[in-house]
């Protein structure tokens, strides 16, 4: 389950709550496909005019209440608002469907992760290998010719659905979007981050979208051979950098499986960095698992690395909690088997729960040590690096 956005600050009038609250709670109470296509379409008017006019509070206050009482109805309710921010049928002289398309690429490296405009023959290669491999037939394809931080994306579900009308408009001439950088956010510095290509599709009404729709390939064979194919293509952005393209799908579907991607991901690419700063092996480290707390919850796990005869904490690597199910203790076995699936001499995962902290000095996270203490990673004065201690 996606964590819902920031509530609004400006309270909704009472009666729009309550008519989303009756509607959500209709569609998760219905006994067939039919009323549950009735309470969609009810619920899609009701959302999609409040996006129109950049009205979020009512949705999101809407979501608080039912996040509260009723989780069935509260997933009713994400879906969607998030269908309605990711898509939408255009009227008129062309009738289509629009679909907002992200492609998540986790990265690391020593540099800075780049995050600027994309070069034409770039964008033109991705297009290419997109109508390829992914893209129905006939869909019509617009891209951004920038790859986006986490910090630059749209940061409420009426952003993002301003974004898609603006690359949707584009898409059905079968043309690109022109980034104005100067007006996106500035891009905090990690060295495991996430960068995305954004893009819509557009294809006439209840028309495929993708290849594997059409035709008799599978659609983990179109995107292997997408990844295969635009390997080469993304390497000549991400120069200098360690990377893994993902699968391009649904706006908000490509966010979700980014974030789950990125943890485990920033775990094997701190061991590849230390290994490589410090010229040791893998079993020359230790790592320390705890689970980090707020005074209601569990937030984040952290994992603090260190050498395997020593206290101190060398880097560390931040483990949000995305989902109900990344609070139970399974989970953070699951983190324990797979760094030592990575080689990692001794794995400490500690019990007793450590209240979030940061440093008073720098901001940085606080990552566990052997005996249980929250302490700033350093590395030592005369490693090979100037990057930042901490992965993303």
């Known amino acids: 389950m996606i964590k819902r956005p920031r509530s609004s600050k400006r309270s909704p009038p009472p009666n729009e709550v309550a008519r989303f609250l009756d509607l959500a709670t209709n569609l998760s109470q219905s006994s067939s496909r039919l009323e ?23 949705l999101t206050a809407s979501l608080d209440q039912l996040y509260n009482s009723d989780l069935p109805s509260y997933g009713n309710l994400v879906d969607a608002i998030e269908s309605s921010a990711e898509s939408t049928s255009q009227r008129g ?8 398309l992200a492609i998540p ?3 690391w490296s020593r540099l800075p992760i780049p995050c ?14 997109l109508h390829g491999h992914v893209l129905a037939k006939d869909a019509r394809l617009c891209l951004a010719d920038h790859f986006f931080s986490p910090d630059q994306l749209p940061q409420s579900y009426c952003e993002t659905y301003e974004l898609m009308k603006k690359l949707g408009k584009s898409a059905l001439k079968e043309e690109d979007y022109t980034v104005d950088a100067k007006a996106l956010a500035e891009t ?40 295969q194919q635009s390997n080469a293509v993304i390497g000549q952005y991400f120069q200098a950098c360690a990377f893994e393209v993902m699968a391009p799908a649904a706006y908000h579907a490509a ?9 485990p991901y920033s775990l094997a690419a701190s061991m590849d960095f230390l290994k490589t700063v410090l010229a040791s092996r893998s079993d020359a480290f230790q790592a320390s698992v705890a689970s980090f707390h707020s005074p209601r919850q569990v937030e984040e796990y952290r994992i603090g690395f260190g050498y395997a005869n020593s206290n101190d904490i060398l880097h560390g690597v931040v483990w949000p909690i995305l989902d109900p199910e990344d609070e139970s203790p399974e ?4 983190i324990e088997q797979q760094i030592r ?6 794995v400490n995962v500690l019990r007793n729960r450590l209240p979030i902290e940061f440093c008073d000095d720098c901001g940085a996270p606080l990552f566990p040590n052997p005996e249980g203490e929250a302490m700033h990673a350093e590395l030592p004065t005369d490693s090979n690096t100037s990057m930042p201690h901490q992965l993303h």
């Open 36 to 58: 549950d296509q009735f309470w969609e379409r009810r619920l899609a008017q009701e959302i999609d005019s409040r996006l129109a006019c950049g009205n979020e509070s009512t």
């Open 331 to 334: 989970a953070m076995s699951r």
């Open 116 to 129: 600027n405009r994309i070069k034409p023959d770039i964008l033109e290669a991705l297009r290419t290998q």
């Open 188 to 227: 905090a510095v990690f060295l495991s981050d996430t960068r995305f290509l954004l893009g819509c599709i557009a294809v006439k009404r209840e028309a495929t979208l993708f290849r594997w729709q059409e035709e008799s390939i599978s659609r983990n064979d179109a995107i292997a051979s997408w990844q």
């Open 255 to 263: 966010i979700r499986e980014a974030d789950r991607a990125s943890r």
């Open 341 to 346: 699936d990575m080689g990692v001499a001794r």
């Open 105 to 107: 690429v986790l990265a």
């Open 93 to 100: 002289n062309d009738v289509a469907d629009i679909l907002l």
